[in-house]
């Protein structure tokens, strides 16, 4: 059974930093494109940012580029997002997500809440 759990999430100040987790199971994660989705309540999805398999390729959207980074621990089956400099306007459910075009498993998400 393949399973996406994030974890990290919380309240942190602005220009703070925090590392999300998405711990996989059933299912390699260096051998599918990986991706982290967020979600402002009341608002649509937002895509964040992918990881591709193979070469391990990144992208990310123009919100967060220079400040987020993601990656992946072969050993731990595990997807990281590293983000720096936060802004209030990053206040959102992060989703880890299987995919990029399409995506087929996603997490229950992880709140985190930028506020001083």
């Known amino acids: 059974e393949v399973q996406l759990v994030e974890s990290g999430g919380g309240l942190v100040q602005p220009g703070g930093t925090l590392t999300l987790s998405c711990a996989a199971s059933g299912f390699t994660v260096s051998s599918f494109p990986m991706s982290w989705i967020r979600q402002v309540p009341g608002k649509g999805l937002e895509w964040v940012a992918t990881i591709d398999s193979g070469r391990d390729t990144t992208s990310y959207a123009d919100s967060v580029k220079g400040r987020f980074s993601i990656s992946r621990d072969s050993a731990q089956n595990t997807l990281y997002l590293q983000m720096n400099s936060l802004k209030p306007e990053d206040t959102a459910v992060y989703y880890c997500?299987?995919?990029?075009?399409?995506?087929?498993?996603w997490g229950q998400g992880t709140q985190v809440t930028v506020s001083s």
């Open positions: 997500a299987r995919g990029w075009d399409t995506l087929d498993y």
